[in-house]
């Protein structure tokens, strides 16, 4: 049973730092890439990043560009999201993503993946 569980979101002030992670079990990672996405009230759900797991290429939105970086930890099965500089505008509940032999230049579509977790809250006060 493949389970991807998110963890680290919350309330912090524009300016300010999270990190999520994301936890996965039920697959094995070196066949998938993995996303990040996010969707605030009323909106579609929006690509963040991505990064495959073997060689690390990585992909940012324009928004997040040079704030957001996403890395992965091989060994613990775990992708983060490191946000810094945060803005009111990154208020959303984000989600972690598994495509299974995708194709990365479809990386910011979120029909691409395949699994999905159940979301963070994140929300930065002005």
């Known amino acids: 049973q493949v389970q991807l569980v998110e963890s680290g979101g919350g309330l912090v002030q524009a300016g300010g730092s999270l990190r999520l992670s994301c936890a996965a079990s039920?697959?094995?990672?070196?066949?998938?890439?993995m996303g990040w996405f996010r969707q605030a009230p009323g909106k579609e759900r929006e690509f963040v990043a991505a990064?495959?797991?073997?060689?690390?290429?990585?992909s940012y939105s324009d928004p997040v560009k040079g704030r957001f970086t996403i890395s992965r930890e091989n060994a613990k099965n775990t992708v983060y999201l490191q946000m810094n500089s945060l803005k009111p505008e990154d208020s959303a509940v984000y989600y972690c993503a598994a495509d299974y032999r995708g194709t990365w230049s479809r990386a910011s579509t979120p029909d691409e993946y395949d699994y999905w977790g159940q979301g963070t809250q994140v929300t930065v006060s002005s």
């Open positions: 990064i495959t797991w073997i060689g690390g290429d990585q």
């Open positions: 039920g697959l094995t990672l070196i066949s998938y890439f």
